[in-house]
């Protein structure tokens, strides 16, 4: 009697160890990219500074966005539209320095800015260096 009592209160201990570690580990979401099973709207974005300007929170919003599709293994070559929604009234666009015609191929480029929904763009490069943001 007195060896079954002492294991029952080995494994009650054991338990709120193993419950209490749990409860400690730093357990996190994974980040879900922008990728074609998630909207731009799931993305975790970092709160811009309240001092940048649109244009410079569009292109740190670009780099973010520019890494997490290289993460993922975006292929850059044909010049992608990245983001029909950067930031408000923003798009990322990859074209290339000089541009080519992958870059003027209305599939290549993003819908938000040809059809007018957006006002503004960022463009990078395939190696993901500004090309022009306005």
């Known amino acids: ?23 400690k580990k730093d357990i996190k979401k994974p980040i879900d990219y922008v990728s074609s099973k ?4 799931e993305i975790e974005k970092p709160k811009a500074s309240q001092n940048m300007t649109s244009r410079e929170e569009a292109i740190e919003e670009a780099y973010r966005i520019y890494e997490v599709h290289v993460t993922e293994g975006t292929d850059f070559s044909r010049g992608p539209c990245l983001s029909n929604r950067l930031i408000p009234n923003w798009v990322l666009d990859i074209a290339h320095e000089p541009r ?35």
């Not at 870059?103 to 395939?126: K, M």
């Open 1 to 23: 009697m007195k060896k079954i009592l002492v294991a029952i209160l080995i494994l009650a201990a054991l338990f709120a160890l193993s419950a209490y570690l749990v409860s």
């Open 100 to 134: 080519t015609a992958v870059d003027n191929d209305p599939a290549n480029q993003c819908a938000a800015y040809r059809e007018g929904r957006a006002e503004h763009f960022v463009e990078l490069d395939p190696e993901g260096k500004l090309i022009q943001a306005e």
């Open 38 to 41: 998630f909207t731009e709207a």
